[in-house]
């Protein structure tokens, strides 16, 4: 499984973005789909994932009531909403596939920056 994540850039804070990963390969294989993110000098965190069959979604604390995770399974694609943004949300977005099964991210995509000034 191949992802592609794009959609990062350049906001105010206060503003919106929306990432998106497109998922090419097996994707049949995959149950869950999700984002993470890397701020400078910070390990990667969570920041939300959906379940491919059933749409259920989780958020990290941080960014609960205002970002949304998305799926288009007919295009194979995850979006993030990401509205309301603030100088701490900058970092490096990574999405990420998880197997059937699997107790462990499986695929990760190359990463889109996200930067929000102040």
């Known amino acids: 499984v191949q992802l592609q994540a794009s959609g990062g850039g350049l906001v105010q804070a206060g503003g919106s973005l929306r990432l998106s990963c497109a998922a090419s390969?097996?994707?049949?294989?995959?149950?869950?789909m999700g984002w993470f993110r890397q701020a400078p000098g910070k390990e990667r965190e969570f920041v939300a994932q959906?379940?491919?069959?059933?749409?259920?979604?989780l958020y990290a604390d941080s960014v609960k009531g205002r970002f949304t995770i998305s799926r288009d399974n007919a295009e194979n694609t995850v979006y993030l909403q990401m509205n309301g943004l603030k100088p701490e949300d900058t970092a490096v977005y990574y999405c990420a596939a998880k197997r059937f099964s699997s107790t462990n991210w499986d695929y990760w995509g190359q990463g889109t920056q996200v930067t929000v000034s102040s």
């Open positions: 390969g097996r994707t049949f294989s995959t149950d869950y």
């Open positions: 959906v379940r491919r069959s059933s749409g259920v979604t």
